[in-house]
């Protein structure tokens, strides 16, 4: 069951579901005008009826982290709301537009290699009986950095890249030191094997310490403090600069990085360091 939750007094949330890939989804609310981070993967509708009942207005901007299905579906539902994207997330959607959703579509791109069968499932689980996928392309673009004033809230929207898709875009908002990662620091997927590489990983973290955030919050997890991020952050630094002094070679980081911490490694960090040794292969 989905969930709304608040941070403050200005920014609302949904609770995502792994299941069907639903990300988090977020409203900033200034004294004018409302944004709302990304328009979800088919039932934004839920989070929009959800924040009525809580007596926050409908949005009147959206913006897209980046392409990803689960991230620009609902678009099309997301009535009045001016969408917002980077030029590189507009001219990615623009491809999906020819696309069929059919089972036989999906399962034909998945054997070509063009679609990952994570996101083929998903999109089975999301959409059942009534697969009528409308993509829809952002209204407004840029390139680089916008700032948006909601009154007395200030939003930051900033191309940031990185390895989970290149046109990643992260929104901070400025009063409340909340910074909305969405899928950013994530590895990518899109590919044989999911993979982090070094110099796309380390620059994207360099960009990220510019912010003067407090909460973080990231698409397919939950937000998380300053101390949970820099940690995160630290993982990955270490795990980049490892790869490179040996290589990529799995076995000798996973070596390393145990006797570095003198202890057994958790799940996270033997599948960072697989996806770090992938990408140096690849």
């Not at 009942?53 to 539902?77: C, E, I, M, N, R």
């Not at 996928?133 to 909601?150: A, H, M, R, S």
């Not at 310490?209 to 909460?215: I, K, L, R």
């Amino acid at each position: 069951m989905q969930l709304i939750e608040r941070i403050g007094e200005r920014f609302w949330y949904m609770t995502p579901v792994s299941e069907t890939d639903r990300p988090i989804l977020g409203m900033v609310v200034g004294n004018e005008k409302t944004l709302m981070i990304d328009a979800g993967n088919s039932e934004e509708q839920l989070f929009l009826e959800m924040l009525l009942d809580k007596q926050v207005a409908y949005p009147d901007f959206v913006v897209l982290t980046h392409w990803h299905w689960d991230h620009v579906f609902g678009l099309s539902h997301v009535k009045k709301a001016i969408s917002i994207s980077s030029v590189k997330t507009k001219e990615a959607i623009e491809k999906m537009l020819p696309l069929s959703w059919s089972d036989e579509a999906l399962d034909q791109r998945v054997a070509e290699g063009t679609e990952i069968e994570f996101c083929s499932t998903a999109i089975k689980k999301e959409f059942t009986a009534n697969r009528d996928i409308k993509i829809t392309l952002p209204e407004l673009t840029f390139v680089g950095k916008v700032e948006i004033d909601l009154g007395g809230l200030t939003c930051i929207l900033q191309h940031v890249g990185g390895d989970h898709a290149g046109d990643s875009v992260v929104v901070y908002i400025k009063e409340e030191k909340i910074l909305f990662l969405a899928d950013s620091i994530y590895p990518n997927i899109f590919s044989p094997k999911r993979n982090y590489t070094i110099a796309g990983t380390l620059a994207l973290l360099d960009i990220l310490e510019t912010f003067d955030a407090e909460t973080y919050i990231l698409s397919h997890w939950k937000p998380i403090s300053k101390e949970e991020y820099h940690r995160e952050a630290k993982l990955l630094r270490t795990i980049a600069e490892l790869t490179g002094t040996l290589n990529g070679q799995q076995n000798k980081m996973i070596e390393e990085y145990k006797n570095s911490c003198r202890r057994e490694l958790t799940e996270d960090e033997l599948e960072t360091i697989y996806c770090f040794s992938n990408g140096y292969h690849m």
